[in-house]
């Protein structure tokens, strides 16, 4: 994701570089953006955008119990293709079998396909920081817990937060 001049540039991840720029008046599909792109060798191309769709087609997609779940989770999804934060923060609670993971899969397909769709949590800060350096989207999946220290590396990416580290085997 990228802002330029008022617009929003989506990279496709297609072999053809093509971006989908979004601007006041709708969207189009173009190719040779006016911004650069960084890709990961674990991104995957987009699903190919279609004009005159509904979100409400996601519905049946997705196990959210009400219609005010549904309008927060397309909230989310808004605010997640978003090119610079604050980024939303989505915590999917329920019981077992309820599609959890399930949803942060299809979910992640529409904003950021990877070749690793959900992950672990991190052993730490670090770990975290190289993560998300190759995603615009984190899915951390079957967190029976939070430890503080991931809470706060969490505010921190979707606010801008810095980090910072010393270069190996140097003081």
């Not at 890709?39 to 219609?67: F, H, I, K, Q």
């Not at 670090?126 to 615009?136: G, P, T």
Request: charged share 25%; glycine share 8%.
């Amino acid at each position: 994701m990228a802002r330029l001049g008022g617009r929003v540039y989506l990279d496709m991840c297609d072999p053809g570089w093509r971006v989908v720029e979004v601007h006041e008046s709708g969207w189009r599909a173009i190719h040779g953006p006016p911004v650069k792109f960084v890709r990961s060798p674990a991104m995957r191309a987009l699903p190919e955008p279609e004009a005159g769709e509904s979100v409400d087609r996601l519905r049946g997609y997705v196990n959210v119990p009400s219609d005010d779940d549904f309008i927060l989770l397309v909230a989310w999804l808004v605010g997640a293709f978003r090119p610079e934060g604050p980024y939303p923060i989505l915590r999917v609670n329920g019981e077992r079998g309820s599609a959890k993971s399930t949803l942060c899969r299809i979910l992640r397909e529409l904003i950021d396909p990877n070749e690793a769709l959900v992950r672990s949590a991190p052993n730490g800060e670090r770990e975290l920081i190289v993560s998300a350096q190759n995603a615009h989207l984190l899915v951390l999946d079957n967190l029976s817990l939070m430890p503080a220290w991931l809470s706060d590396s969490l505010c921190r990416l979707s606010t801008g937060g810095g980090f910072s580290s010393r270069a190996l085997y140097t003081d």
